[in-house]
């Protein structure tokens, strides 16, 4: 069993930057492929970021250039830097793992952007 435990979130002006953690407790970390997704107020949850064992990443075409999502295996973490947010990042931030069939969920971090 894999847990997700996310933290790095928090309330920021709009222009600010975050950067969200997602460690992950067992041993199988290099083999998931990791994301990102988020879930605004009254919406759907979205995908944000991919992030493959061999850490090829790929963004929401609306994100691109403004998050950058990485990992450390040797950490068992994955990373979401956010820069020059804006009032509708505003969010719930949820780290996800798969692995052939399984899918793994952290519990969310919240990111509030001010205007």
């Known amino acids: 069993q894999v847990q997700l435990v996310e933290s790095g979130g928090g309330l920021v002006q709009a222009g600010g930057s975050l950067r969200l953690s997602c460690a992950a407790s067992g041993s199988i970390f290099r083999i998931l492929a990791m994301a990102w997704y988020r879930q605004a107020p009254g919406k759907e949850r979205e995908l944000v970021a991919t992030i493959t064992t061999g850490s090829s990443a790929n963004y929401a075409d609306s994100l691109k250039g403004r998050f950058t999502i990485s990992r450390d295996n040797a950490k068992n973490t994955v990373y979401l830097q956010m820069n020059s947010l804006k009032p509708e990042d505003t969010a719930v931030y949820y780290c996800?793992?798969?692995?052939?069939?399984?899918?793994?969920w952290g519990q969310g971090t919240q990111v509030t952007v001010s205007s």
């Open positions: 996800n793992g798969r692995w052939d069939i399984r899918d793994y």
